[in-house]
């Protein structure tokens, strides 16, 4: 793997989940030898999970406020997983109006593959719910309109293309 964040889905080896403990342990080592965290950690074998693949940007938190969020650059991918007998994905995302921070809103596209969920443009704060289909591995999100703070400030040095600061983006399944 290159240098810097990644994801990475790992098939746990077959057990009987209603058998196993609270808790198990996980080794992880990396080779040669280098400093390692892990984010986005989960395994359940009835839950669909989301992860932040490539075009997003590190998790950023206000301790003030206790609002977390994250940025989309122009093209994002959410990698999926959903158990075979899952049924009616729905892919949930929220976010801050891209007025916020341009003087239009932004075209925001949503796909599964070559298909188009959604294509709209915002213009204030949002709450979208976009249905998913189960066999759907890999979800890109798309904004027309990205920002890099260090050309709108000479306080920071920040390079990162900036395009939706997203709140949720979470995968929810119908019961």
Do not use: C, K
Not at 37 to 52: M, N, Y
Not at 65 to 93: K, Y
């Amino acid at each position: 793997m290159p240098p810097g964040p990644f994801l990475f889905f790992l098939e746990s080896p077959t057990f009987a989940w209603e058998d196993a403990p609270d808790y198990l342990s996980l080794d992880v080592a990396a080779s040669p030898p280098a400093n390692l965290a892990i984010e986005q950690f989960d395994a359940s074998p009835a839950r669909a999970l989301v992860g932040f693949g490539d075009g997003w940007h590190e998790q950023e938190f206000n301790p003030r406020t206790g609002q977390r969020w994250r940025w989309l650059s122009e093209r994002g991918e959410l990698q999926l997983r959903a158990p075979a007998a899952a049924r009616g994905l729905t892919l949930h995302v929220e976010g801050e109006s891209p007025r916020t921070y341009f003087s239009r809103g932004s075209r925001f596209i949503i796909r599964a593959g070559d298909r188009v969920l959604l294509d709209e443009v915002l213009s204030s704060d949002f709450s979208r719910d976009v249905p998913i289909a189960a066999e759907a591995a890999t979800i890109v999100l798309e904004t027309d309109q990205t920002y890099m703070p260090a050309e709108r400030s000479r306080r920071t040095q920040d390079r990162r293309h900036l395009g939706l600061r997203i709140f949720r983006a979470e995968l929810r399944t119908q019961n």
